[in-house]
C-alpha cells in the first residue's frame, strides 16, 4: 500500500465513527417519533374500544331479549324489532359504528406498528407494537 492509499484508508477510518454515530442519532429520533406516535394513539384507541365493547354487549344483551321473547316468533319481524328498541337502537349504533370506520380505529397502533415492519424488513430491523426498534442479526455469507 502507498503513502496515498494509506492517507485515504485513514480518512475513511476516521469517518466510520461520524457516520455511525449520525446514523444512531437518525435511528434513535425515528424511534423515539415512532413511539410517540403510537404512545399518542393508544389514549383514542382504548376509548374507541370502551365504546365497541359496550355496544356490542348492549346488541348481544338485548339479541338475547329478543330471541327469547316468546311473541317474537308469533309476530313479524318488523313488528318484533319495533318491540324490542333497545336491541335495535344498539344493533343499529353498532352497524354504524363500523360504517364509520372503528374496526380500524381499534387497531390503529398495530396497523402502523405493522406497516413500518414491512418497511423495516428491509433494512434487518423489526419494531414491536410499541414502536421500538429491533436490529437484527445479519445472516452470515459464506
Known sequence: MNSLEQA??????????????????DLKAFERRLTEYIH??????????MLLIVVSVCTATGAWNWLIDPE?????????????PFFTISCITLIGL??????????????????CRTVLAEYNMSCDDTGKLILKPRPHVQ
Open 98 to 115: 363500523f360504517f364509520a370506520g372503528i374496526h380500524k380505529r381499534v387497531v390503529a397502533p398495530s396497523i402502523i406498528a405493522a406497516r
Open 40 to 49: 399518542c394513539l393508544q389514549p383514542a384507541t382504548g376509548r374507541w374500544r
Open 8 to 25: 485515504e484508508a485513514q480518512r475513511v477510518v476516521s469517518l466510520i465513527p461520524a457516520v455511525v454515530s449520525g446514523n444512531c442519532r
Open 72 to 84: 317474537t316468533q308469533k309476530v313479524s319481524f318488523f313488528t318484533s324489532l319495533w318491540n324490542h
